[in-house]
Nanobody, 115 residues
Framework: VQLVESGGDLVQPGGSLRLSCAAA????????MSWYRQTRSQDRELVAT????????NYAESVKGRFTISRVNAKQVVYLQMNSLKFEDTATYYC?????????WGRGTQVAVSS
């Protein structure tokens, strides 16, 4: 199983980014996918989750209305569209899935919100 994130960058407050997670090595279309984030001083935080079909999503309160998770099963990719970014969104963002009774994480992509 491989999860490879991309799209992190330095962005000004109020800006937007779209993160991507390319998945391989499992039947992507059958599994729930999630985005987490972590800063140096905090535990890893669940940001958003999407079901296998892509029609049910859930978000942390801190990102509701600003972030959108989506997926394209044919491409085995899950996205995180982040709008109206705030300083406190600065973190490393990780792609996650639970497959075959194991947890899988990507290596993360860094998002820095700074003026």
């Amino acid at each position: 199983v491989q999860l490879v994130e991309s799209g992190g960058d330095l962005v000004q407050p109020g800006g937007s980014l779209r993160l991507s997670c390319a998945a391989a090595g499992f039947d992507f279309s059958r599994y729930v996918m999630s985005w987490y984030r972590q800063t140096r001083s905090q535990d890893r935080e669940l940001v958003a989750t999407i079901n296998s079909a892509g029609d049910l999503t859930n978000y942390a309160e801190s990102v509701k209305g600003r972030f959108t998770i989506s997926r394209v099963n044919a491409k085995q990719v899950v996205y995180l569209q982040m709008n109206s970014l705030k300083f406190e969104d600065t973190a490393t963002y990780y792609c996650y899935t639970y497959y075959n009774e194991r947890e899988y994480w990507g290596r993360g992509t860094q998002v820095a919100v700074s003026s």
